[in-house]
């Protein structure tokens, strides 16, 4: 057929691109290498899927840092209420959440995975799972179709939506940068993003496994974490989305909110989020983080709230007073340390000993070992280069009748709905132009 489309990848963007596809008219096939479709979509956001956010649209791009600029003709043509609609006309409710997130007001994943599968159905778009295509068909510069193992499918046209290398179970594993890295495309080097990192002090991070800890502030360095200036305060936060001031030298990224402490290193919501800058830092030399956990006191302002307590409970053990001002299980750990005696009474703390306890208060510090492997992640880093795709259409620059869209394309952003709306967005961009391009050459 010659109007045919193939879709590779069923996946958000996938789905997307093979319904508009499909809508101009085109006769689509959508390929998925597992059993399902809209594996990875369906764990989304704890199973609640995440798809969008409120920000407005300068503010939106700016989770993709240096990269969002190029999706600014495509959220031109399919951005939030373009999705909002599209979800309502498949009778998907939705709700937002007071820090702009937007969710099914189902708070269910598989809500929005059964929109787009009635939106195939509507298209007509036929469904083919368990195909893993390993490689595209090129004649003349121009696409003719894929290869299932040793069955050749004829495309006149083929949109690439095997998402990224995270969660490979989900069928995302990668196998779309080798199928543009073949019919020549550059591969952005792969990195996971949003992901926990590894400490060097695994036994220090064994003691205080599983501490949640809330409204801190984290702060990575490009240096060993014995050359952090203790007296370094941080009144704002930076990274990416967050400010357009670079932050002090050795700082790459500061971000204030809820982390978590893990038997291997760090986690938590803040670590995520700076976890891009860190891996991509670890390339250039040591990285270390400090976790303020009194970021809203200045070291001057901390010490004397410490002498107030030691004045007002002099007869406490240090142990008993860090007890009302730490998490429980976090005060044994801090006074190892320290290398302070528990069972020291307030009252017999020295200045030189108050300062220790300051400084490590504001400033309890790891060195960064590795971020853990992309498939831990809950974003690749790196893909397709965007210099090698047409921003208007996620046409191929290099080859004829062949477009990207969502995560196998050198993009990613923050999380809170960025990723999956770049993907929802690129898909029904890539999905129009291909169907239109197949049409036209009918005529």
């Not at 649209?57 to 599209?86: K, Q």
């Not at 990668?174 to 080097?189: F, M, P, Q, R, T």
């Not at 709905?417 to 197949?438: D, P």
Request: with cysteine.
């Amino acid at each position: 057929m010659r109007n045919s489309i193939v879709v590779v990848g069923a996946g958000a963007g996938g789905m997307m691109a093979a319904g508009r596809a499909a809508e101009t008219g085109a006769d689509v096939l959508l390929l998925e290498r597992t059993n399902r479709p809209g594996n990875k979509l369906l764990l989304t956001g704890n199973r609640r899927c995440n798809f969008t956010n409120t920000k407005d649209l300068e503010d939106f791009v700016t989770m993709y840092g240096p990269s969002g600029r190029f999706l600014y003709g495509v959220f031109g043509r399919f951005f939030r209420d373009d999705l909002l609609a599209f979800l309502e006309r498949y009778g998907v409710g939705t709700k937002t959440e007071p820090d702009g997130r937007v969710f099914p007001s189902s708070n269910r994943a598989e809500d929005v995975v059964s929109a787009l599968q009635r939106y195939l159905e509507d298209g007509g778009v036929r469904l083919r799972t368990g195909a893993r295509v390993t490689s595209i068909q090129i004649a003349k510069g121009r696409v003719t179709g894929v290869e299932i193992d040793k069955e050749r499918v004829p495309a006149a046209a083929v949109v690439l939506a095997t998402g990224g290398a995270s969660y490979p179970e989900t069928g995302s594993s990668g196998d779309g940068y080798s199928l543009a890295a073949e019919v020549g495309h550059n591969i952005v080097k792969l990195r996971p993003a949003l992901v926990p990192l590894i400490v060097r002090e695994i036994d220090l991070a064994k003691s205080m496994q599983g501490i949640a800890l809330k409204n801190v502030r984290l702060t990575a360095y490009q240096c060993e974490a014995d050359r952090i200036d203790p007296f370094l305060t941080l009144t704002a936060d930076y990274g990416r989305g967050l400010s357009s001031r670079k932050p002090p030298k050795p700082v790459i990224e500061s971000r204030t909110g809820e982390m978590m402490i893990t038997h291997f290193g760090i986690g938590g919501p803040i670590t995520l989020l700076m976890s891009l800058a860190v891996v991509d830092a670890l390339e250039v030399g040591p990285v270390s983080v400090a976790i303020d956990l009194f970021h809203t006191l200045d070291h001057a302002q901390l010490q004397q709230r410490l002498q107030r307590e030691f004045d007002r409970h002099g007869n406490r053990s240090l142990r008993n007073l860090l007890d009302g001002l730490l998490p429980h299980k976090l005060v044994d750990p801090f006074l190892e340390t320290t290398r302070l005696l528990p069972d020291r009474l307030g009252h017999q703390m020295t200045a030189e000993e108050r300062e220790r306890l300051t400084r490590l208060l504001k400033s309890l510090r790891f060195n960064i070992k590795a971020p853990l492997p992309i498939s831990a992640a809950t974003v690749t880093a790196g893909g397709v280069s965007l210099d090698e795709i047409d921003p208007k259409t996620m046409a191929s620059r290099l080859v004829k009748g062949l477009y990207f869209c969502g995560e196998v394309m050198d993009l990613d952003a923050d999380t809170g709905g960025y990723n999956l709306q770049a993907a929802f967005s690129t898909g029904w961009v890539a999905g129009e132009e291909a169907g239109h391009a197949v049409l036209r050459k009918t005529k």
